[in-house]
Protein backbone atom coordinates (compact mmCIF):
# COMPACT_ATOMS: atom_id res chain seq x y z
CA UNK A 1 0.00 0.00 0.00
CA UNK A 2 0.93 3.98 -0.10
CA UNK A 3 2.30 5.75 2.93
CA UNK A 4 2.47 9.48 3.11
CA UNK A 5 5.28 10.91 4.83
CA UNK A 6 4.35 15.19 5.07
CA UNK A 7 6.50 17.90 6.64
CA UNK A 8 7.35 22.04 6.74
CA UNK A 9 4.38 22.53 8.78
CA UNK A 10 4.83 25.08 11.83
CA UNK A 11 3.71 28.72 12.99
CA UNK A 12 5.06 31.73 10.80
CA UNK A 13 3.85 35.46 10.77
CA UNK A 14 1.42 36.77 8.71
CA UNK A 15 3.29 37.76 5.03
CA UNK A 16 5.39 35.04 5.95
CA UNK A 17 5.89 31.22 3.89
CA UNK A 18 6.21 27.94 4.37
CA UNK A 19 7.03 24.65 2.19
CA UNK A 20 5.07 21.65 2.44
CA UNK A 21 6.94 18.43 1.56
CA UNK A 22 4.92 15.01 1.26
CA UNK A 23 6.82 11.77 -0.41
CA UNK A 24 4.52 8.63 -1.24
CA UNK A 25 5.74 5.12 -1.12
CA UNK A 26 4.35 1.98 -2.21
CA UNK A 27 4.67 -0.02 -5.06
CA UNK A 28 0.83 -1.49 -5.73
CA UNK A 29 -0.68 1.91 -6.04
CA UNK A 30 -0.59 4.28 -9.63
CA UNK A 31 -0.75 7.55 -8.64
CA UNK A 32 -2.75 9.99 -11.03
CA UNK A 33 -3.11 12.52 -8.89
CA UNK A 34 -1.63 13.98 -5.74
CA UNK A 35 -3.31 17.38 -3.87
CA UNK A 36 -3.49 19.13 -0.77
CA UNK A 37 -6.31 19.64 1.39
CA UNK A 38 -6.99 21.67 4.73
CA UNK A 39 -9.44 21.70 7.63
CA UNK A 40 -9.89 24.65 9.92
CA UNK A 41 -11.98 23.89 13.35
CA UNK A 42 -15.09 23.94 12.94
CA UNK A 43 -14.63 23.57 9.07
CA UNK A 44 -15.28 20.96 6.56
CA UNK A 45 -11.87 19.73 4.63
CA UNK A 46 -11.52 21.58 1.52
CA UNK A 47 -9.57 20.94 -1.46
CA UNK A 48 -6.26 23.61 -1.72
CA UNK A 49 -4.50 22.88 -4.46
CA UNK A 50 -3.98 19.60 -6.43
CA UNK A 51 -1.69 18.49 -9.52
CA UNK A 52 -1.89 15.64 -11.86
CA UNK A 53 1.22 13.26 -12.89
CA UNK A 54 1.35 15.28 -15.91
CA UNK A 55 1.75 18.75 -14.40
CA UNK A 56 -1.57 20.09 -14.42
CA UNK A 57 -2.39 21.81 -11.49
CA UNK A 58 -5.85 23.52 -10.12
CA UNK A 59 -5.94 25.49 -6.95
CA UNK A 60 -8.97 26.97 -4.57
CA UNK A 61 -9.80 30.80 -5.13
CA UNK A 62 -8.53 31.56 -1.81
CA UNK A 63 -4.96 30.46 -2.63
CA UNK A 64 -4.45 31.11 -6.42
CA UNK A 65 -1.19 33.59 -6.83
CA UNK A 66 -0.30 32.94 -3.39
CA UNK A 67 0.57 28.97 -3.20
CA UNK A 68 2.11 26.80 -5.69
CA UNK A 69 1.61 23.11 -5.81
CA UNK A 70 4.30 20.71 -8.01
CA UNK A 71 4.93 17.36 -8.01
CA UNK A 72 7.94 15.13 -8.98
CA UNK A 73 6.64 11.86 -10.41
CA UNK A 74 9.14 10.10 -10.48
CA UNK A 75 9.53 10.20 -6.70
CA UNK A 76 6.05 10.13 -6.23
CA UNK A 77 6.49 13.78 -4.25
CA UNK A 78 4.54 16.67 -3.86
CA UNK A 79 4.89 19.98 -2.74
CA UNK A 80 3.31 22.76 -1.75
CA UNK A 81 5.01 26.78 -1.18
CA UNK A 82 2.80 28.95 0.51
CA UNK A 83 3.54 32.43 0.26
CA UNK A 84 1.80 35.45 1.51
CA UNK A 85 0.03 33.40 4.37
CA UNK A 86 -2.78 35.05 6.26
CA UNK A 87 -4.39 34.27 9.37
CA UNK A 88 -7.42 32.05 7.62
CA UNK A 89 -4.97 30.08 6.39
CA UNK A 90 -4.33 28.50 9.64
CA UNK A 91 -6.02 24.80 9.18
CA UNK A 92 -4.26 21.23 9.65
CA UNK A 93 -2.99 20.43 6.16
CA UNK A 94 -3.63 16.79 4.41
CA UNK A 95 -1.52 15.96 1.98
CA UNK A 96 -3.69 13.11 -0.61
CA UNK A 97 -2.63 10.65 -3.30
CA UNK A 98 -5.31 9.03 -5.80
CA UNK A 99 -4.90 6.89 -8.03
CA UNK A 100 -5.86 2.86 -8.60
CA UNK A 101 -4.48 -0.55 -7.99
CA UNK A 102 -1.55 -1.76 -10.16
CA UNK A 103 -3.04 -5.19 -10.27
CA UNK A 104 -6.39 -6.72 -10.74
CA UNK A 105 -9.18 -5.53 -9.97
CA UNK A 106 -7.41 -2.27 -10.25
CA UNK A 107 -9.80 -0.21 -8.00
CA UNK A 108 -9.23 2.89 -7.33
CA UNK A 109 -8.16 3.99 -3.56
CA UNK A 110 -6.74 7.30 -1.56
CA UNK A 111 -4.13 7.13 0.52
CA UNK A 112 -3.98 10.71 3.31
CA UNK A 113 -1.23 11.61 5.32
CA UNK A 114 -1.14 12.30 9.06
CA UNK A 115 -1.77 15.88 8.25
CA UNK A 116 0.56 18.95 9.07
CA UNK A 117 -0.43 21.67 11.27
CA UNK A 118 -0.01 25.39 9.63
CA UNK A 119 -0.51 28.48 12.40
CA UNK A 120 -0.28 32.03 10.76
CA UNK A 121 -0.17 34.66 13.21
CA UNK A 122 -1.35 37.88 12.62
Known amino acids: QVQLVESGGGLVQAGGSLRLSCAAS????????MGWYRQAPGKQRELVAG???????NYADSVKGRFTISRDSAKNTVYLQMNMLKPEDTAVYYCNADGVLTSPPFTHDSYWGQGTQVTVSS
Open 26 to 33: GSIFSINT
Open 51 to 57: VTRGGST
